[in-house]
């Protein structure tokens, strides 16, 4: 069965500083992988998203996530945090090539610090 | 492009009252899922359609709870009577499934329910 770990419910970086969010994911096929990020009170909206092309995945507002299948890995960075960048980020991997497929992790909150 | 469309954003109600949450989908998509968001339990599918047709609604919690989709551009999601337990963010996506698509989900906004 597949299933998506992130580590840290919360996380919180100042202004400029490095953001790392981490997401391990189980699957015994190739998967799909995705980072959703939802801003308070809106709905969730696609970051960026991994489907067997390149490893470096490179998203919206400079957001990048890189796949590393030996370590099951699918970690989110950004080289230098924005105050707009506070929001919750979603991890989901998709076994299949159908949306009922796709199994979230239970977020991490992250914040920014002026 | 117009985006997933729910309505209402907001409902405070009485429990014991019906509640009624719309949604509609991108158009050309085929599929569409209820979500329903809370603090304790995080993101919750509660039921999934594919062509207008419930494809697992095993994620809806009880009896209380019903779904339908008359037409591939609308969807409702009825609480018949609300609990205080219902209150969360009931979220609706939508997403085209088949050829190489990879199963991505466009949600709308929400519509946070308030059940008093």
């Known amino acids: 069965a597949q299933s998506v770990t992130q580590l840290g419910s919360h996380v919180s970086v100042s202004e400029g500083a490095l953001v790392l969010l981490r997401c391990n994911y189980s699957s015994s096929v190739p998967p799909y992988l995705f980072w959703y990020v939802q801003y308070p009170n809106q709905g969730l909206q696609l970051l960026l998203k991994?489907?067997?092309?390149?490893?470096l995945v490179k998203g919206i507002n400079g957001f990048e996530a890189e796949f590393k299948k030996s370590e099951t890995s699918f970690h989110l960075t950004k080289p230098s945090a924005h105050m707009s960048d506070a929001a919750e980020y979603f991890c989901a991997v998709n076994r299949g090539s159908s949306a009922s497929k796709i199994i979230f992790g239970s977020g991490t909150r992250l914040s920014i610090r002026p | 492009d117009a985006g997933v469309i729910q309505s209402p954003r907001h409902e405070v109600t009485e429990m014991g009252q019906e509640v009624t949450l719309r949604c509609k989908p991108i158009?050309?998509?085929?599929?569409l899922f209820w979500y329903r968001q809370t603090m304790m339990r995080g993101l919750e599918l509660l039921i999934y359609f594919n062509n207008n047709v419930p494809i697992d609604d095993s994620g809806m919690p009880e009896d209380r709870f019903s779904a339908k989709m008359p037409n591939a551009s609308f969807s409702t999601l009825k609480i018949q009577p609300s609990e205080p337990r219902d209150s969360a963010v009931y979220f609706c996506?939508?997403?085209?499934?088949?050829?190489?698509?990879?199963?991505?989900?466009?949600f709308g906004e929400g519509s946070r329910l308030t059940v008093l």
């Open positions: 158009s050309g998509h085929n599929s």
């Open positions: 991994y489907t067997s092309a390149a490893t």
């Open positions: 996506a939508s997403s085209f499934v088949g050829g190489t698509n990879t199963g991505e989900l466009f």
